[in-house]
């Protein structure tokens, strides 16, 4: 079956660097993305990796191995409004998204 | 402008009513979908609708059913309601099936008592 794992939750200190971690199973890669999403709001696309390597979009970087099947999310100086959940998704073969279940991130001053 | 709206966002109901939740983006976009977001806030894919092509997931029962009146709206229509069904329903829309990020609308609780 096909399969993202992520963190459950993480917790983070306002100004500090935090690293969230997927792992995927799929049939077939077509494409990696990372969303966040509020508490109550919809997913907000943040990143999109294909090729192996780190893309890097202001304070939020994402990397990704094809190879291990492993991506991360990367946010620098952390402020307290990015407190939420971060969702790692992976288009398969057939070009349909599978979604992890989201790392909560608690940010605290 | 709102990209991609749905409506209601909040829905209650009675087990074995029928509802609909109504969903339109002004993006141009080809694709739309919906996703239901349960307590354990997994996303999952219900439906992937373009002009061609209706995708259902297999484990979508048929009491859930998509109505595209154009490309621009997507409907879900859920008959005789369970409690199980309640759950955050999102609509998105994206360009094509490739590589383009999926644009969501705001969501719709819905809550069968």
């Known amino acids: 079956g096909q399969n993202i794992d992520q963190p459950t939750e993480m917790t983070a200190t306002e100004g500090a660097i935090v690293q969230i971690n997927c792992t995927y199973q799929?049939?077939?890669?077509?494409?990696l993305f990372w969303y966040q999403q509020h508490a109550g709001e919809a997913p907000t696309f943040l990143s999109y990796?294909?090729l192996d390597g780190l893309e890097e979009k202001g304070r939020f970087s994402s990397f990704l191995s094809r190879s291990k099947g492993y991506s991360y999310l990367l946010l620098k100086e952390l402020q307290m409004k990015d407190s939420a959940s971060y969702l790692c998704?992976?288009?398969?073969?057939?070009?349909?998204?599978?979604w992890g279940a989201g790392t909560k991130l608690i940010i605290k001053p | 402008d709102t990209a991609v709206s749905q409506t209601p966002k909040y829905l209650v109901t009675q087990m074995g009513n029928d509802k609909s939740i109504k969903c339109e983006q002004n993006?141009?976009?080809?694709?739309m979908y919906w996703y239901k977001q349960d307590s354990k806030k997994f996303l999952k894919i219900m439906f992937s609708y373009n002009n061609k092509e209706l995708i259902i997931n297999e484990t979508v029962p048929n009491r859930f059913s998509p109505k595209s009146p154009d490309k621009a709206h997507l409907n879900l229509h859920i008959n005789s309601l369970e409690l199980g069904d309640s759950a955050v329903y999102f609509c998105a829309s994206s360009q094509g099936s490739g590589v383009t990020e999926a644009f969501f609308g705001q969501g719709t609780r819905l809550t069968v008592v």
């Open positions: 990796n294909v």
């Open positions: 998704a992976v288009r398969d073969s057939n070009y349909q998204l599978i």
């Open positions: 993006l141009g976009h080809d694709t």
């Open positions: 799929t049939s077939g890669f077509n494409g």
